[in-house]
């Protein structure tokens, strides 16, 4: 009887190895697709970053291992290239400890667009009944550079599209300016349309694929 019942197991026993199988084939197969994903996005921010015509110049000052903006800031997904519009170069800006040494360098002046900054905790900005700024869409840990986001984004606020920003624009302070998602700027009296004119645009965007597709390989690899 229970060689019996082993024999009529066995169909059952091998459509469940079959499916184990398949299974594993999946899983590896997505593993695999996550790290060269992982490895090309990874390369392109390196090249990226090792690129330019400043390189050299943050090389002769002992500046190039400083930490960028881009590094320490995520924001709401779908709002990165709006994020990289309003901030433009300041998106790679290098963070010093004291900003007092940046004096020395108007004397040998980069040979391209530059920002630094130094963290320093400012008061908030007041709130605009109505309008919702594009600082609370930024996810940050770090207390500093709230402060410098704050700085510059104080009078941006979002705007889901552009009719939106344009029947809404008596709402906006002086000064203020809505953003879309697409990174097209409006204010008051002007239009402002945002295009991508280099690989250094789209670095938050990469980062932030970096990170998640980093966690996705994490679990894959323990299943």
């Known amino acids: ?3 019996e019942e082993a024999q009529e197991r066995l169909p059952q026993l091998e459509e469940e190895r079959r499916a184990a199988q398949e299974q594993v084939n999946k899983d590896t ?12 996005l990874k390369s392109l921010q390196e090249k990226v ?8 110049w943050l090389a002769k000052h002992e500046l190039e291992k400083l930490p960028k903006l881009w590094q320490k800031v995520q924001i709401e997904n779908g709002w990165q290239t709006a ?5 433009r170069e300041r998106t790679s800006a290098l963070e010093m ?75 906006l302070p002086v000064g ?11 204010s008051a009296n002007s239009v402002r349309f945002y295009a991508a004119d280099s690989e250094q645009d789209g670095v ?11 966690k996705q390989a994490r679990a894959q690899h323990l299943l």
């Not at 970053?49 to 050299?56: D, R, Y």
């Not at 994020?83 to 901030?87: A, F, K, V």
């Not at 938050?204 to 980093?214: C, G, M, T, V, W």
């Open 49 to 56: 970053e090792s690129q330019g015509k400043v390189q050299p």
């Open 29 to 40: 197969t997505q593993s695999a697709q996550l790290d060269a994903r992982l490895a090309a």
């Open 176 to 186: 203020a300016c809505f953003i879309t998602k697409e990174g097209h700027v409006i």
């Open 1 to 3: 009887m229970q060689l």
């Open 97 to 171: 400890s004291n900003l007092e040494w940046a004096k020395a360098f108007f004397n040998d002046a980069p040979p391209a667009k530059l920002a630094l900054y130094a963290p320093q905790v400012i008061a908030p900005v007041a709130a605009v009944d109505g309008l919702k700024p594009l600082l609370s869409l930024l996810q940050l840990n770090d207390a500093g550079v709230r402060s410098v986001m704050q700085d510059w984004l104080s009078h941006v606020y979002i705007a889901p599209d552009a009719p939106t920003a344009f029947s809404e624009r008596a709402k």
């Open 204 to 214: 938050l965007a990469r980062q932030q694929d970096i990170e998640n597709i980093s």
């Open 83 to 87: 994020l990289e519009s309003i901030l």
